[in-house]
């Protein structure tokens, strides 16, 4: 099962897509709500949003999708049940809240709107709401007994072996011939019909990167850990610098933009500098007092 989260402004507009009925929804979920249309929904919120007119983005969406052969199987009943602790999960079941599930494709899948501002006028921190979501999702998942993400991802991967080894082979094949920058890269693992795509956020900070090849979108370090930005930006800078990287850089040039690296990024390749030191150390021998 996977949870998608994020807040937004337009409550009503958000409301009105979840009660879609040209999208089969049904309504499985309601905490302290009474309304029967989304316009009357909205304004319940609002009550209690005018308390905090400081928060602008005072409404949570999240999308709770079972995988297409779990969701088969869920009733209404059930779908409610879920909807209910996935908002425990994530701490929101004093919120005022709405939940619809949309049956118009195979992937049943269930929308929750929540009211971000508590019956106290406080704004819930909605800080890596995204990742959280996911979290609440996959416990959900496990307490009831539903296929979770990483089982999902696990499937996945094991049917994409033969493609993720051809990406693989690829990008050996350009490493070899030792780029010296990330463009110089990217460029030669195109000309190999890989598209390589650096994931960069709002604030220009780069945090990895993903690989198209054959319509199959993954994360380069789902195709292979050895192709992970931590991995792959100190073999970049080695290649142009002739020798081993021994700090993290600051800033670096992709796609002819500068951009930072992401604390997350950042710390991982700190990690795997330190790595190759100990490797270093224990197969040579230096400063083991021998």
Not at 56 to 64: P, R
Not at 100 to 124: E, L, M, P, Q, S
Not at 161 to 186: F, G
Request: net charge positive; hydrophobic share 35%; charged share 30%.
């Amino acid at each position: 099962m996977i949870g998608k989260g994020h807040s937004v402004s337009g409550t009503r507009v958000s409301i009105s897509y979840g009660w879609n009925q040209e999208k089969e929804a049904e309504v499985v979920l309601r905490e302290h709500v009474a309304g029967d249309t989304p316009a009357e929904i909205a304004e319940e919120f609002r009550i209690i949003q005018s308390q905090n007119e400081r928060c602008i983005n005072n409404t949570l969406s999240f999308i709770v999708s079972p995988t297409i052969e779990d969701g088969k199987d869920l009733s209404k009943k059930d779908l409610e049940a879920l909807a209910k602790k996935f908002l425990k999960e994530m701490n929101l079941q004093n919120n005022q809240s709405i939940g619809f599930v949309h049956r118009d494709k195979a992937h049943t899948h269930v929308h929750i709107y929540t009211n971000r501002i508590g019956f106290d006028g406080k704004a819930y921190n909605d800080s890596y709401i995204g990742k959280r979501s996911q979290i609440a999702a996959d416990n959900v998942a496990k307490e009831l007994g539903l296929t979770r993400v990483r089982e999902v991802q696990n499937e996945k991967l094991h049917e994409l072996k033969h493609l993720r080894q051809q990406i693989k082979n690829i990008h050996d094949r350009v490493l070899q011939t030792r780029p010296k920058s990330l463009d110089e890269y990217i460029s030669k693992m195109k000309a190999q019909k890989v598209d390589v795509i650096p994931t960069i956020n709002k604030a220009n900070q780069l945090q990895g990167f993903r690989v198209e090849y054959k319509g199959v979108n993954l994360k380069a370090s789902e195709v292979d850990r050895s192709m992970s930005g931590n991995r792959l930006i100190p073999q970049i800078s080695q290649n142009r610098n002739y020798t081993r990287l021994k700090e993290v850089p600051k800033t670096f040039q992709v796609m002819d933009k500068t951009v930072q690296l992401s604390s997350n990024l950042s710390t991982k390749i700190a990690k795997e500098l330190i790595k190759g030191i100990v490797k270093t150390v224990r197969d040579t021998g230096i400063g083991m007092g021998y």
